[in-house]
């Protein structure tokens, strides 16, 4: 989309949500590879510079924080208001954060952001957009997971944040992104397995409170690994033929997954307005209904993420004094 007409559909933006209700929509996605062009010494980035294979030029990473820009914008259309918290994976450091949020188009939403400073060695880590007004941030902190003590690459870690949506009030929210498919089966799965114990630790030391988890667990609802979150936490994903309608958040191979989750704790699941949906405009997907991607493999194909979003609404405030800590 050019610059100027994304310009025009943010300044238009508050005319083209007036009159719908404002929902406090909560949303996640993996924005694939958001690097920036330097090099890090410290994290194995080099495939993301302007001299290597990708050819991860300033203009490919200005106009790909365009186009996350334009998918929010389209989302707070669709919502009534920009969603008060975005949960991101796949983001390498404060620099992009900080262009998106300042420097793109996107800065007339007015988000801060936290993020997670993690050992992964390719540098991606997770991170939470908020909206200071209706989130007032009150805390947070990364979780690590002892991926080397148990003989696994270093992993992200996870992402806890507090904050009152309303006076007395408190949400917490977990951002996860767990180990990749990746490499050798058995050991991924003990890798992701090992990650969750350490969620699910976190989610317990929370009970009682209102707690919205979200991510890409690389996991699929059937998978194990939800036995060990699902009781204590409630999914949020659609089911039957809302799910079948909906199709996916990642294509592999031609074939369909959800991959990208939203759980909550039984405090807040009688707060929700409706299960979890799949953001899926038209733009961004390719001709063949897919995620349009950034990259496939080394091959620039110019799009979106190879991820969709997910998106869930609280109804109103939360209890008054649920969310007390």
Known sequence: MPRLCLILLFLLLPLLGKGQPARRACMFWNVENLFDCRHDTLKHDQEFLPDAERGW?????WRKLDALSRTLAAVAD???DWPMLVGLAEVENDSVLRDLTRRSPLRQAGYRYVMTDSPDERGVDVALLYQPERFRLTG???VGIPSRENGFRP??????ATGEVAPGDTLHILVVHLPSRAGNRRGSEQHRLLAVERLRQTVDSLSGRPLLVMGDFNSEAGDRIFRRLCPPLVSLMPRG????????TYVYQGRWSFLDHMLCSPA??????????????PFMLDEKGRPARTFLG??????????????CSLAGLLPQGGGGD
Do not use: C, N
Request: net charge positive; glycine share 8%; proline share 8%.
């Open 57 to 61: 030029s300033p203009w490919r990473y």
């Open 78 to 80: 669709a919502e009534g």
């Open 140 to 142: 947070w902190h990364a």
């Open 155 to 160: 992993t992200r870690d996870l992402l806890y």
């Open 241 to 248: 033929k809302a799910m079948r309608r909906a199709r996916g």
């Open 268 to 281: 807040l699941q009688a707060r929700m307005d409706a299960p979890a949906r799949v953001v899926a405009f």
């Open 298 to 311: 080394p091959i620039y194909k110019g799009g979106y993420s190879d991820h969709l979003p997910v998106i």
